[in-house]
């Protein structure tokens, strides 16, 4: 199985400035199947990325991810007031344990 | 609009049981792959269980192997859950999530509003 850590815990930025979200895979996973979804509180999750850099239909191109292997990337140039939320990268090959996610919040 | 509902979600005892259901409207669920997905109070996202586009495959986390059961109706688009041995880790908001294929790989680009089920005496 294998576990994601995802880094920093938390960030605090300001509305239009860049967030760098990362995400460690123990083991490398393979043909970068790895999504990254945004969960607000009351609300359902929303991917935001899959195959590790495509972005899933309707998601503003300020949103980006990146990497390959056992390092991604997710990146959200200027930040919009939507945007502070929580962040969680999955693999979806054969395993599809979540990272514990990172807190992006209003500083 | 397609969009999955979550039902049967509540207050139950530990060690009792619970059903939870996932229908779809607007949306043929047998070509996909379904997952369910909870979040407990204060924690992150945590995958529970997932099963094949036909329904001949099932797979489960460790912390719910052996509990519960994930089964699907196609003919009816729906899903169920089925619940048992429930313990107060197990509170959480479930969501059922559907995959954009039919096996793995997928990830779940479609997700219903959750439900929230609550184990407590």
């Known amino acids: ?107 | 609009e397609a969009q999955l509902l979550e039902s049967g979600g509540g207050l139950v005892q530990p060690g009792g049981s619970l059903r939870l259901s996932c229908v779809a409207s607007g949306l043929t669920l047998s070509p996909y792959a379904m997952g369910w997905v909870r979040q407990a109070p204060g924690r992150g996202l945590e995958w529970i269980t997932a099963i094949t586009g036909s329904g001949d495959s099932t797979y489960y986390a460790d912390s719910v192997q052996g509990r519960f059961t994930f089964s699907r109706d196609n003919s009816k688009n729906t899903l169920s859950l089925q619940m048992s041995s429930l313990r107060a880790e197990d509170t959480a908001i479930y969501y059922c999530a559907k995959g954009n294929s039919r096996s793995r790989p997928y990830y779940f680009d479609s997700w219903g509003q959750g439900t929230l089920v609550t184990v407590s005496s």
């Open chain 1, 1 to 107: 199985e294998i576990v994601l850590t995802q880094s920093p815990g938390t960030l605090s930025l300001s509305p239009g400035e860049r967030a760098t979200l990362s995400c460690r895979a123990s083991q490398s996973i393979s043909n970068n199947y790895l999504a990254w979804y945004q969960l607000k509180p009351g609300q359902s999750p929303r991917l935001l990325i899959y195959g590790a850099s495509s972005r899933a239909t309707g998601i503003p191109d300020r949103f980006s991810g990146s990497g390959s292997g056992t390092d991604f990337t997710l990146t959200i140039n200027g930040l919009e007031p939507e945007d502070f939320a929580m962040y969680y990268c999955q693999p979806y090959g054969n395993s599809r344990a979540f990272g514990q996610g990172t807190q992006v919040e209003i500083k």
